[in-house]
């Protein structure tokens, strides 16, 4: 397989899954694009009934299955309410770096289909008008969004048709440099989700399949801690590819692939760890084991449902998770070229 090859198709991917809105909830959208994509390339796809996607992989042997699991959803914010001058109160879907929101653009999605822009902001915004601008605290009870309407009072911004529970989507700002980088929000975890989607590809373009049977699940409710609860039983191993931690005593870079040991929620399958470490050795693939500080998977929500499956973690350096994220197409290569051997050896 070309693995250099593919970092078109990888950053197009990327940004057509990190461009399309959808926190926690709001899936719709995103998960028809991955639908969309997976189909192209020739795969039956499924939904299940918690608005998640299921890509079907035959294998050559059908004596085991694995699965493959990212999520798809988003941090984002919601309004919980609507000020007496028409200002939009949030509430935080996921847990996002409220301060790193403070000047960011949005959008306003209404039940009925309206799409409004605005700007998060501080309930105190300009330097020469409040004494606190800079020391306020940014945080849900004191930031805002500020509408581009005309609007005075909430019964304006009620005539608008929007109400209490409407998504407020901020901008992911996506880049991609000449230097190999991807700057947006959201690649935790669109940009594991982008790269099973480009390892389909080049199986595809070989005409090749897995050793086993596989299904990757592209999950819709992780952030908010429930996404992998209706990941089947039926799978003998689970292999969660997701953000890689990058800081502090961590090991791992933008460039690489990691394995995740261990993280908040405990230990992962040490024989497949072991395995996955193996693999990347003998294989070549730059990678780094870590231990996760802050860090939970639906691995671990999995496991709590009652999984049986062995599970492991992988994923692509990100830096400055829950803020303004930035990986390498290195590390994203690395991490399809250990999905790929993972796949032919699980």
């Known amino acids: 397989m070309d693995f250099n090859g593919c970092k078109d198709f990888l950053m197009e991917t990327a940004k057509t899954l990190l461009t399309t809105d959808s926190p926690s909830g709001f899936t719709r959208r995103a998960v028809e694009a991955a639908e969309g994509i997976a189909q192209g390339l020739g795969y039956a796809t499924r939904r299940t009934n918690k608005g998640g996607l299921v890509i079907e992989v035959p294998g050559r042997e059908h004596t085991k299955k694995v699965g493959l699991c990212a999520h798809i959803d988003t941090l984002g914010l919601m309004c919980r309410s609507i000020s007496p001058k028409g200002e939009l109160m949030v509430t935080k879907i996921g847990g996002p770096l409220m301060p790193t929101l403070d000047g960011e653009y949005c959008k306003i999605y209404t039940r009925e289909g309206k799409v409004y822009t605005g700007t998060v902001l501080s309930l105190s915004p300009a330097t020469h008008v409040f004494d606190d601008a800079a020391t306020r605290p940014r945080d849900e009870q004191n930031m805002y969004v500020r509408l581009d309407e005309v609007v005075k009072t909430a019964e304006d911004v009620r005539a608008l048709g929007i109400e ?77 590819v997701d953000m890689g931690c990058v800081g502090l005593d961590l090991t791992c870079t933008e460039e690489q692939v990691s394995i995740c040991a261990k993280d908040s929620a405990g230990p992962y399958d040490y024989d497949m760890v072991s395995r996955l470490v193996a693999l990347a050795k003998e294989g070549g693939v730059d990678y780094a084991v870590d231990v996760y500080p802050h860090y939970s998977s639906d691995v671990a929500v999995a496991w709590k449902a009652g999984s049986d499956a062995k599970a492991a973690l992988i994923g692509p350096g990100v830096q400055a998770s829950h803020g303004m994220e930035r990986t390498h197409f290195h590390g994203m290569r690395e991490t399809i070229k250990l999905i790929a051997l993972y796949l032919e050896c699980a």
Request: proline content about 4%.
């Open 164 to 240: 209490v529970g409407d998504y407020v989507c901020y901008d992911p700002k996506t880049t991609v440099t000449e230097s190999g980088f991807l700057k947006s929000r959201f690649i935790d975890d669109k940009g594991s989700a982008s790269c099973l989607l480009t390892l389909l590809k080049l199986m595809a373009d070989a005409g090749t399949k897995p050793r086993y049977d596989a299904e990757i699940h592209l999950t819709v409710y992780e952030e908010v801690g429930h996404g992998g609860a209706t990941i089947p039983w039926d799978l003998d191993e689970l292999l969660a």
